[in-house]
């Protein structure tokens, strides 16, 4: 998936295996998404826990598993489930590897090279009693035929598992003593601009509402529910959560083109300058503040399982 360079979006989130990663600088990307999933762990733990309590899977799948931060927590909490890491690039789906070798997770966690939409095929990846898609289906053009197509890599009665929405992220006060306020408000607006014109790049783009409970009822799968886990780390920070916040945010002006005024742009430096005290690496204000939504339904109807 994607962030600023269609592999990291200011939105925050992980990869997935939906875009051409020839390009991609995996020696030092895959470190970076390492440290955005295990920032955003907590969020995992407590979405976790709530699959927990709606099932007890034999076999799970993690479509767009990147560097396999929720593939190993997955292994973790469903102790005798097997996890199949669904990605597009090798160099993630050796690190996912590693880190399940590293946690004593490497007998249950294993992996499939595969590229979305190819990857939602049950011919290609299998089929699981939890499937889990985080920020993935949406970088697919036609989020409708997404949906339906991750339903039938559910086994019956088992969960699909849609990891999409949630609110805008903070991480700074409305004045931040540099520049106009509300900086952060016109990065959403910069942010949302980048992601309307990527979704319509797509091949087979298709305009629809980001109706997900709706769109997995149409898939024919019966909706559980939706429930937004908070990300609240306080300020202040500690430094390396800081000195990921400044990659990610060195990353929005190239992203933003035109769409960000000088004025704008004067303040991102300041924010990124080590030097300066209300920079994000020494301002004591500095704070995460994120929320994640998961849609979760549930194959209900009779069918063989593969």
């Not at 051409?20 to 979405?47: C, F, H, K, N």
């Not at 006060?173 to 016109?186: K, W």
Request: charged share 30%; net charge negative; glycine share 8%.
């Amino acid at each position: 998936m994607t962030h600023a360079t269609h592999h990291h979006h200011p939105h925050g989130g992980a990869h997935d295996g939906s875009q051409d990663s020839t390009e991609m600088d995996w020696e030092r990307l895959g470190p970076y998404l390492e440290q955005e999933a295990e920032i955003e762990e907590p969020v995992l733990e407590q979405a976790a826990q709530w699959l927990h309590e709606l099932l007890a899977p034999t076999r799970i799948l993690d479509l767009g598993s990147g560097p396999g931060v929720a593939t190993t927590l997955f292994a973790r909490v469903f102790a005798t489930a097997e996890v199949t890491a669904v990605d597009g690039t090798r160099a993630l789906l050796d690190r996912t590897l590693a880190r399940a070798h590293r946690l004593g997770l490497g007998r249950r966690v294993d992996t499939r090279l595969a590229e979305l939409p190819d990857a939602l095929d049950p011919g290609t990846v299998g089929r699981g009693d939890l499937v889990w898609a985080s920020k993935s289906l949406h970088h697919v053009g036609d989020q409708r035929a997404a949906v339906r197509a991750a339903a039938e890599l559910v086994r019956p009665g088992g969960v699909l598992a849609v990891a999409e929405g949630g609110l805008p992220e903070r991480w700074l006060p409305r004045d931040t003593g540099t520049g106009r306020p509300g900086l952060q408000a016109r990065l959403d607006a910069v942010t949302e601009d980048w992601f309307t014109a990527m979704r319509a790049e797509l091949p087979g783009a298709r305009d629809e509402p980001d109706d997900w409970p709706a769109l997995l009822a149409a898939a024919g799968l019966e909706p559980v529910g939706s429930r937004t886990f908070l990300l609240d780390l306080p300020a202040p920070l500690d430094a390396a959560v800081r000195e990921h916040l400044c990659e990610r945010l060195a990353r929005v002006p190239e992203m933003a083109g035109d769409r960000l005024d000088a004025e704008d742009r004067a303040a991102v430096e300041r924010l990124l300058d080590p030097d300066d005290e209300l920079g994000l690496r020494r301002r004591p204000d500095a704070f995460l503040l994120r929320a994640r939504t998961v849609h979760v339904a549930r194959r209900v109807e009779d069918g063989a399982e593969a």
